[in-house]
C-alpha cells in the first residue's frame, strides 16, 4: 500500500515536473525575455508554480502517515503522531510556504532571504 501512495505521489511529481519545464522552455523561447515586466509575471508565475509542488509534497507526506503510516501500530501514541501531530505539522509547513511566497510579506522575505529589495504587486 505504501508502494501505491508513492506511485501517486511520482506520477503528481513527474507532471509537475514536466509542466513547469514546458512553462520554462515557452517562456524562454518567446518574446517575453525581451520585455522586463511580462519578464517579472513569468518569474512570478514560476515561483507560484514551485510553490504548488511543495504543497503537492505536503499532501503526499499528509496522505502518507494518516492512511497508510497510521496503520503500523495501534498505539494510541502512534496514532495521536499519525493523525494529530502529523497534521498539524503539515498545515503549519503549509503556512510558512504560503508565507514565503507571498509577495506582500516584505519584512518577513528581508529577514528570511537578507534582501532589501522589496517587490509590490498591485
Known sequence: MVLKFF??????????????????L??????????KEKWVMVRKNMRLFVQTILQD??????????YQMGQLS?????FFICATFIWQSIHTMDGFI??????RMHILKKFMFGTSEVTSSG
Not at 506511485?7 to 520554462?24: G, H, Y
Not at 495501534?74 to 502512534?78: G, I, K, L, S
Request: glycine share 0%.
Open 74 to 78: 495501534n498505539h494510541r501514541f502512534w
Open 7 to 24: 506511485l501517486m505521489f511520482l506520477a503528481a511529481l513527474a507532471v509537475n515536473v514536466a509542466t513547469f519545464a514546458r512553462i520554462t
Open 98 to 103: 504560503m508565507i514565503m511566497f507571498n509577495d
Open 57 to 66: 509534497a505536503l499532501f503526499f507526506v499528509d496522505n502518507l502517515f494518516t
Open 26 to 35: 515557452f517562456y524562454l523561447n518567446s518574446e517575453y525575455r525581451n520585455d
